[in-house]
């Protein structure tokens, strides 16, 4: 049995359903995020784990126990709110202290243990100052701190890094994996950033409102989405409204407007209308046709170039067809291309997912 077991949850407020019918397991010592956009039931479920709101049906169970009649203070979860709640009339030691007092832990422990916490999120020498001294990576620390001294069973992260700047974010990023690391404790992170959800997470679950539209491994979300939503949501996209209308060896042909390429993905099984997902990094572009490459070949116009430093993003014109978004690494030549200029772009076979249509998705 995993350590944490969702087993089709719902939860409604009047008649909008927040979160209907989760299932998800999680393993022990796993980084596990719930991602998705605003309202989509990610923060109503992590609430629901931490005992701050309970179900309207279906159960979670921890460790094989049924978690239904226990209150958040009884239960071995701790949770790390994206406000911090940090004590402000408290120094950063006092801070960490306190569910340790709560707990009746003897006074003569706490020192220890509090020192161990601070001293496991890098701020060893930070226990006099209070929060009105510390930046916002610091007092983040400071709550994750607080969450880990009673060495809970699993720990709750909701937006943690939300407020901070864009730097200091993907240096929390790294500790937070760091520190999960360490500690061996089973980690449920709740954020809207795909970036973040990708950098951070064994494995992720992408939530729509109120279900679960694919659970997997970064990599295979990634590359291999289930639906349009997560391919759209996850990454940059480019996705056409698309019909099978042949077989080709090894794959299908399929059409999109005017646009016909081969397929060698998986195909959804039954259909003949599909959306057609090419991540922009998968196309290649040359100025010169090339010769013999097993690939589909598009004649375009470059109709923009946005410079993002390292990376450029090409909006290509077909004739007849879609516009297109490449995105490639930088040099001289290829940031100076004017708009008009003729180019192939090559897709690989593979590159070219083939999705159920949106008309066809269900709950």
């Given amino acids: 049995m995993s350590l944490l077991e969702i087993r089709n949850v719902t939860r409604r407020f009047g008649d909008f359903t927040a979160v209907d ?12 995020t719930l991602l998705g956009p605003s309202g989509c039931g990610k923060t109503t479920l992590l609430r629901m784990i931490a005992g701050f709101d309970l179900p309207d049906g279906g159960s979670i169970f921890l460790n094989g126990t049924d978690l239904a009649d226990r209150p958040p203070e009884d239960r071995p979860v701790r949770t790390v709110f994206q406000s911090y709640a940090l004590f402000p009339h408290m120094t950063v030691e006092g801070n960490v202290a ?15 243990k509090v020192a161990a916490a601070l001293e496991d999120v890098r701020l060893v020498g930070f226990g006099k100052r209070y929060p009105n001294e ?59 950033d795909q970036t973040e959800a990708l950098a951070l997470s064994h494995r992720i679950a992408v939530m729509n409102t109120g279900h679960v539209e694919q659970e997997d491994e970064p990599s295979r979300i990634y590359g291999f989405p289930r639906t349009r939503f997560v391919a759209d949501f996850i990454g940059a996209s480019n996705l056409l409204a698309g019909a099978i209308v042949g077989a080709a060896p090894a794959g299908v042909i399929v059409r999109a ?35 013999g490459a097993d690939v589909n070949r598009l004649a375009v116009r470059v109709a923009d170039v946005v410079y993002l430093g390292e990376d450029l993003q090409v909006l290509l014109d077909l004739d007849g067809g879609p516009t297109l978004t490449a995105s490639l690494k930088a040099t001289s030549a290829e940031k100076d291309w004017a708009p ?21 998705v269900t709950p």
């Fill in 21 to 32: 019918r989760v299932s998800l397991s999680i393993e022990a010592g796993e980084f596990f």
């Fill in 98 to 112: 306190f569910p340790l007092k709560m707990a009746k832990t003897p006074a003569a422990a706490i020192p220890t």
């Fill in 134 to 192: 510390l930046s916002g990576g610091q007092k983040q620390r400071v709550a994750i701190a607080r969450a880990l001294v009673t060495h809970p069973t699993v720990l709750l992260l909701d937006e943690p890094l939300a407020a901070l700047d864009a730097k200091l974010r993907e240096e929390m990023q790294i500790e937070l994996i760091n520190l999960q690391k360490e500690v061996g404790i089973t980690f449920v992170y709740v954020t809207h």
């Fill in 257 to 291: 407007g005017a646009l016909e390429l081969r397929s060698t993905g998986p195909t959804p099984a039954g259909a003949l209308t599909v959306t057609v997902l090419i991540r922009p990094e998968r196309i290649r572009l040359t100025a010169a046709p090339p010769h």
């Fill in 340 to 360: 008009g200029t003729a180019l192939t772009a090559c897709i690989a076979p593979d590159d070219v997912r083939l999705l159920p249509a949106p008309e066809a």
